[in-house]
């Protein structure tokens, strides 16, 4: 069981809009940033959200977070083939001392 | 470019030991709080354990704490864990990672380490 708690699936068609949640409570993302991460199959996962909305360089503007209280959310517009991924959420939790990931959410492009 | 490279991963009959490495290049190693993650077949990513950039804090999860030790050498810019006492549930891809919960975090590729008898 995931500190964190995510959709284990979301489905979109091309051109959708998606959007991925992730639940905490007070003790991580409602008192830490978090981050999203994007995972293709075999390879390690890549950043697409730090800070809860800020986007490294190089991620496409479709990706977008946001945070309110002890939730978070990725959101991914325009939606291509080649979002089909699993992504994750992280952050950090104060009460366990330590970094917690969301259990993933397989995204399946129709 | 950032480089990170696990080595170490293996077969292992449980309750074995084990110590995986991680050699860092291009990358100001002693700046950063290092991370092992770790993903059984076919789950999702779970952080294992991380350390402070001298080496003065660390910090594990449940389920490893007493078992693994990280530990890291800056001159050497390298990161390691020992893994004692071994369970068929840690069979997993292990990663060696940094400043994942920054803005440039890096990744490494990962090596497996398989308990079974």
């Known amino acids: 069981q995931s500190v964190l708690t995510q959709p284990p699936s979301a489905s979109g068609t091309p051109g959708q809009r998606v959007t991925i949640s992730c639940s905490g409570s007070s003790s991580n993302i409602g008192s830490n940033t978090v981050n999203w991460y994007q995972q293709l199959p075999g390879a390690a996962p890549k950043l697409l959200i730090y800070?809860?909305?800020q986007r490294p360089s190089g991620v496409p503007d479709r990706f977008s977070g946001s945070k309110s209280g002890t939730s978070a959310s990725l959101a991914i517009s325009g939606l291509q083939s080649e979002d089909e991924a699993d992504y994750y959420c992280v952050t950090w939790d104060a009460s366990l001392s330590n970094l917690v990931f969301g259990g993933g959410t397989k995204l399946t492009v129709l | 470019e950032v480089h990170l490279v696990e080595s170490g991963g293996d077969l292992v009959q449980p309750g074995g030991s084990l110590r995986l490495s991680c050699a860092a290049s291009k990358f100001t190693f002693n700046a950063y709080w290092m991370d092992w993650v770790r993903q059984a077949p076919g789950k999702g990513l779970e952080w294992v354990a991380n350390?402070?950039?001298?080496?003065?804090?660390?910090y594990y999860v449940e389920s490893v704490k007493g078992r693994f030790t990280i530990s890291r050498d800056n001159a050497k810019s390298s990161l390691y864990l020992q893994m004692n006492s071994l369970r068929a549930e840690d069979t997993a891809v292990y990663y060696c990672?940094?400043?994942?919960?920054?803005?440039?975090?890096?990744w490494g590729q990962g090596t497996l380490v398989t308990v079974s008898s």
């Open positions: 990672a940094g400043g994942l919960l920054g803005a440039a975090p890096h």
């Open positions: 800070t809860n909305d």
């Open positions: 350390i402070k950039p001298d080496g003065g804090e660390a």
